[in-house]
């Protein structure tokens, strides 16, 4: 490990210290040899003081045992008929997988309990058919959960759940998962399959917001897996249910789950009740982070050298883009009202955040800034990104003369020799939509 993966791991350990999240393994992934790597992540969890619950699944499991029992069976996941055959499978298998995190998580040094807190009613006759043994989760007994966390002891709780006259059901682990944060008032739910992340054709999804999320599952419903077709409906609920993040992620990936948790653009799919990007006007307390963010351009002659003391003075003009709370890009708007004309400057993503669209998304909202103040011309000047404002942007080349004359002072006392890019703002302030503000 990198010195600045330490450090960009420490970020977040204030935010992160003593909040719960609920980590859900598929059956999958506990058969799978990534086992051992996911609960030795879970320990680094805890020696965070982050506080982890952790939900299993058996699905996987009991289609083996009745392989090799030559039984069939009503339904594996927990949602369809549970009959008699089927449940007692369910339990064993609940059991034996149970019985490996337990081993598992000892060998990693972290205390661990079997939590019965689910307790469960009939989930009943669903359009027509008896469901027989499945459940649903009614409640969540959270007394124990809260006293389990406070002594150390990390939770594991199965996908069976209890009536108040000691029936048992089989009850779904997404469901139980969120039912758990819901109860828990977790920061994160993180659902971890054999299948992992969202893809859409051949893009993997990133982040989604929770009207997206329900957007693709009315469009999409049809031409998504099953499992993954849950863990976003789960993941939709939890979020309107005030779950701030649920992360979907392939568990049989070493260090998938860290590196997640631990940086800004994650590898899995994360669906977002809150906002997790926006556009937001820099502050005087922000000059430090600013400077920082751009030295190394400015080192490269990419930017022009720009003091403390400068960026103060129209510090009205610079915008930040925030990703998850970090400073991932910026970009400056100046405007010259005689010539109706605006110029984009400072115009730069974090090598972190490269390749994700960022700089277009600043350049666009540059453009509709100058749009909404009546900037009828969009300037940029550039040493080594022409070609970018030119592709994606739309930019042309022009000469000085193009310039106002205060700008056009600056640019030949620099030496710079830098080309002069313009376009026409094509929005007017009637289609600008939303003002300034999240992204």
């Known amino acids: 490990m990198k010195v600045s993966d330490l450090r960009g791991i420490l970020q977040y350990v204030p935010r992160f210290r003593e909040k719960i999240f609920v980590v859900a393994l598929d059956g999958e992934v506990a058969a799978s040899p990534n086992l051992g790597n996911l609960l ?54 609940s059991h034996a997988v149970l019985q490996e995190l337990m081993q598992g998580l000892a060998s990693v040094d972290l205390k661990a309990a079997y939590a019965n807190v689910i307790v469960a009613h009939p989930a009943g006759i669903l359009n027509g058919v008896d469901t027989l043994h499945t459940g649903r989760v009614e409640r969540v007994e959270t007394a124990m959960l809260q ?32 039912e758990v944060a819901e109860a828990m008032r977790a920061l994160k739910i993180i659902y971890l399959s054999q299948r992992g992340t969202l893809r859409l054709g051949e893009s993997i999804v990133r982040q989604l917001s929770v009207g997206e999320t329900e957007e693709t599952l009315r469009k999409r419903r049809n031409q998504l897996d099953p499992s993954m077709v849950s863990k976003l409906e789960h993941a939709a609920r939890a979020c309107r249910g005030g779950v701030p993040r649920v992360h979907l992620l392939d568990g049989t990936q070493n260090e998938a789950l860290l590196s997640e948790i631990f940086s800004h653009e994650g590898i899995g799919t994360m669906v977002y009740s809150n ?26 002659a990419e930017l022009v050298k720009r003091s403390r003391a400068e960026i103060l003075a129209s510090l009205d003009d610079y915008w930040l883009l925030e990703i998850d709370r970090n400073l991932a890009g910026c970009v400056a708007v100046h405007f010259y009202p005689e ?3 605006a110029e984009l400057a400072c115009l730069y993503v974090a090598k972190s955040h490269e390749g994700q669209g960022h700089g277009r998304k600043l350049m666009a909202f540059a453009e ?72």
């Open 339 to 341: 010539q109706e004309m």
């Open 40 to 93: 030795l992540d879970l320990a680094v969890l805890r020696s965070l003081s982050i506080r982890v619950i952790l939900v299993h699944g058996c699905g996987a499991q009991l289609v083996n045992l009745a392989q090799e029992r030559g039984v069939s069976i009503s339904s594996c996941d927990g949602t369809g008929i549970t009959d008699e055959t089927t449940l007692k499978l369910g339990i064993e298998a």
């Open 147 to 178: 006293f389990f966390l406070a002594e150390g002891i990390t939770p594991v709780i199965p996908p069976i759940g209890f009536d108040g006259e000691g029936h048992t059901f089989r009850v779904n682990s997404d469901s139980v998962a969120l």
């Open 275 to 300: 906002e997790y990007q926006q556009m937001r006007r820099a502050l005087k307390k922000d000059l430090r982070a600013v400077m920082a963010l751009i030295r190394e351009s400015v080192a490269n």
């Open 368 to 439: 509709q800034l100058a749009a909404k103040k009546g900037a009828k011309h969009l300037i940029a000047l550039s040493t080594q990104a022409y070609n970018f404002f030119h592709q994606k942007g739309g930019f042309n080349e022009v000469g000085p003369e193009a310039l106002p004359p205060e700008r056009r002072r600056r640019w030949e006392a620099s030496g710079r020799n830098s080309k002069v890019m313009q376009k026409e703002t094509s929005l007017t302030p009637s289609k600008l939509g939303p003002k300034p503000g999240p992204a």
